[in-house]
């Protein structure tokens, strides 16, 4: 069936309003100074409600939902079983001056679920893990310096940017180094270089980063890794923050066949309620807990309590044999629909976060940009330049709608972009 055309003015009237009084309208990724998006006019810029696979904007258009909100919506919005689960918590207690035991309960369960854990801390963002992950590797190394792969994202703290951000000091950075993704010439190479001045590798499993197709590790990769953290006495740190649970329950570096010494996870945990991880083994134990690192609202119980429902839920329904299931009918359904207008869409990474990037006939960031931009307008909730999520709401019927979505976005794109078809 044909898709109608949305349209975004309520969502463009309160962006204005934002304006006026919250630097940027939208801060962060969604904001249009990151230009992971289009010009204001292409997206929907607020949502009133969500349920299972959809969130509804301020125009009132309902939209498939494959950003997940940028990976936390795990099972669903406002799934039954989480949502029963935090709020007998609340009527109980939740940020009090004493934590809650279901906090002992949260990490027992994770530490049980985790390959390589056997402790965990909690706080709230993503990036909250991968600082207390390179302040541990210090501690427990009394080195300074860290290894990077080229093309990460590790959080927006001073220590995971560019010399040349904003705000961000030469010594913020002094001790990072870099290494290409998959080369491990190279990262021998730079361990000998620096010897016994290495506190630590951070990566994510694999690389999924923004404006680039996404990359797999070679075969044997990360067995080689490991090896030469352990030669050089390295902490190696798995940024799971992103693809954390939906490879695997016991964690992406059991995914791939390896041990890590500390695993982030956040997005997955507790299905949008605000909690992050840090799993590590039982050697790192004495150096993370000499470290103070908390925060006010870092005892919440209501999250913890979600955050078991969560992660049961995922067992029961194996969650991540269903992402790869759905995922792969959705990027062949995707690529195929490409192709039947002429066009060449490629999906890279795993199927679970799949990223997309329009190809061919002419490999434009405009042209890939125009093609996201019809499939929004027509209900499907895609991003440009960023990995997508599957959740465990996901239908086949939500799959197929989406492709049809963007066979007619392709036959708009025609329309759009006559002289490059």
């Keep these: 069936m044909s898709s109608p055309v949305y349209t975004f003015d309520k969502s463009l009237a309160a962006f204005r309003r934002a304006q006026r009084v919250i630097p940027g309208g939208i801060p962060g990724h969604l904001g249009p100074t990151e230009g992971l998006h289009l010009p204001n006019e292409g997206f929907p810029k607020f949502a009133t409600r969500a349920e299972g696979t959809r969130f509804w904007d301020l125009d009132g258009n309902e939209f498939i ?105 030469e010594e913020d950075v002094a001790n990072n180094l870099y290494v290409p993704w998959n080369d491990l010439d190279a990262l021998r190479a730079l361990l000998s270089e620096n010897r016994g001045q290495v506190a630590a590798l951070i990566s994510t499993p694999y690389m999924h980063g923004n404006f680039v197709d996404n990359q797999l590790p070679a075969d044997g990769y990360w067995q080689a890794v490991r090896k030469l953290c352990d030669e050089h006495g390295v902490v190696l740190i798995i940024d799971d923050v992103r693809a954390g649970f939906r490879l695997d329950l016991a964690g992406s570096d059991h995914y791939f066949g390896f041990e890590a010494d500390l695993i982030c996870f956040c997005k997955a945990l507790a299905n949008g309620y605000n909690v992050s991880a840090l799993l590590g083994r039982e050697s790192l134990k004495e150096a993370v807990s000499s470290i103070t690192y908390t925060g006010s609202y870092w005892m919440s119980a209501v999250p913890f309590a979600a955050g078991i429902a969560t992660q049961k839920k995922l067992r029961e329904l194996d969650a991540p044999a269903l992402f790869e299931r759905l995922g792969r009918r959705l990027t062949d359904g995707l690529t195929e629909a490409a192709a039947d207008a002429g066009y060449s869409l490629v999906a890279s990474g795993a199927p679970a976060l799949f990223y997309l990037r329009v190809a061919d006939p002419a490999d434009s960031l405009m042209l890939h940009q125009d093609w996201i931009a019809e499939c929004v307008r027509r209900g499907a909730y895609l991003t440009s330049h960023h990995n997508h999520f599957l959740n465990a709401a996901v239908t086949e019927a939500d799959v197929d709608r989406t492709v049809e979505i963007a066979a007619d976005a392709f036959a708009a794109l025609r329309t759009r972009h006559p002289a490059v078809v």
Excluded at 90 to 109: C, G, H, N, R, Y
Excluded at 126 to 145: E, F, N, S, V, Y
Excluded at 147 to 160: D, E, I, R, S
């Design 65 to 169: 939902d494959w950003m997940c909100a940028y990976g936390p919506n795990v099972l669903g919005y406002n799934d039954p079983d989480v949502t029963a689960a935090a709020q007998a918590q609340a009527k109980k207690e939740d940020v009090v001056s004493l934590p809650s035991t279901v906090m002992i309960d949260f990490a027992e369960l994770l530490v049980d679920q985790v390959a390589s854990a056997d402790w965990a801390m909690f706080a709230k963002n993503g990036g909250d893990t991968t600082t207390l992950a390179i302040m541990t590797a210090r501690a427990a190394t009394l080195r300074k310096k860290v290894v990077f792969v080229k093309g990460f994202y590790h959080g927006v703290a001073p220590w995971t940017q560019k010399v040349d951000y904003p705000g961000v000091l």
